[in-house]
């Protein structure tokens, strides 16, 4: 019995054309094309999806966009310092050991304006896009706000359930910021070191890191936390970093001294 290539070579004769080649299938090839497309759908979704990832861990951890390392000045050798040591404490991430084995803790601490906030926020940007690394940033002043506020049980505005989930991932988060750490404060009520000592504490079972930003030198840094809460502190692989150069914030008051005139604000006077 003839197979369908005959008949079609032999109706190609009676048509006066040659008959084609038998087409060869290697099977082989035609795997590995498929295989090579394959791999380059699902390395483009893996890309996709990762970058979602990314995307919603940025969105999530309330940073500055513009803290980077590509927008920082590095004209005081202390910022010189403190970039390097930013750069070895990422660096330290790409070991799966180091990351699991303790947890680790940088306190920036210096006057205002001197880049302790953006050098922190470089720091967990650069974690967020190399590792998907999940971060919160947040000033102290402000959780301790809501944590007041959640005590009042006859609000309606479900103050004590927001409170309780941004504890919660103030616990989880693989990088936790705090920012403005007993700010305008000379010591901390006991129940706030005692919350605090307690977070930093669980975070410490979990091999979770921290980052603390202050304007307190670490003497008066360890009297406005509180005993129990610096006793914490001092279980962590502690990098100290200090901040003294010159401040990089636009200046409002001149140098210069401005004449007076005769309308000259005055504030209300108590007569």
């Avoid at 966009?65 to 660096?91: C, G, R, Y």
């Avoid at 084995?101 to 006057?111: C, E, L, N």
């Avoid at 650069?126 to 402000?142: C, S």
Wanted: charged share 30%.
């Amino acid at each position: 019995m003839k197979s369908l290539n005959d008949r079609i070579n032999e109706l190609a004769k009676s048509l006066g054309k040659d008959p084609e080649p038998e087409a060869q299938f290697n099977y082989k090839e035609r795997r590995e094309e498929f295989d090579r497309l394959a791999n380059q759908d699902v390395q483009k979704l893996q890309q996709e999806t990762r970058l979602q990832r990314v995307q919603q861990i940025h969105g999530k951890s309330e940073l500055n966009p513009k803290w980077t390392f590509h927008n920082l000045v590095e004209d005081a050798q202390d910022v010189v310092e403190a970039i390097n040591i930013a750069k070895s404490f990422i660096a330290a991430h790409a070991d799966p050991s180091w990351r699991n084995s303790r947890a680790h803790m940088m306190i920036f601490y210096g006057d205002y304006g001197r880049g302790k906030s953006h050098i922190a926020g470089a720091i967990a940007h650069q974690l967020i896009d190399q590792y998907e690394t999940t971060v919160m940033y947040r000033q102290l002043q402000t959780l301790l706000e809501m944590r007041f506020s959640s005590y009042d049980f006859q609000s309606n505005d479900s103050a004590p359930e927001k409170f309780r989930e941004i504890n919660k991932q103030l616990q989880d988060v693989d990088l936790l910021i705090l920012d403005e750490v007993c700010v305008n404060e000379t010591m901390l009520k006991k129940t706030t070191q005692s919350w605090l000592g307690s977070l930093l504490r669980q975070r410490l079972i979990e091999n979770k890191n921290c980052i603390l930003i202050t304007n307190h030198n670490l003497k008066d840094l360890e009297t406005a936390l509180g005993r129990y809460c610096f006793e914490s502190i001092k279980e962590y692989d502690t990098y100290k970093v200090r901040f003294q150069g010159p401040s990089r914030r636009k200046q409002v008051v001149p140098d210069y001294a401005e004449p007076s005139s005769g309308n000259q604000y005055q504030p209300n006077q108590v007569r």
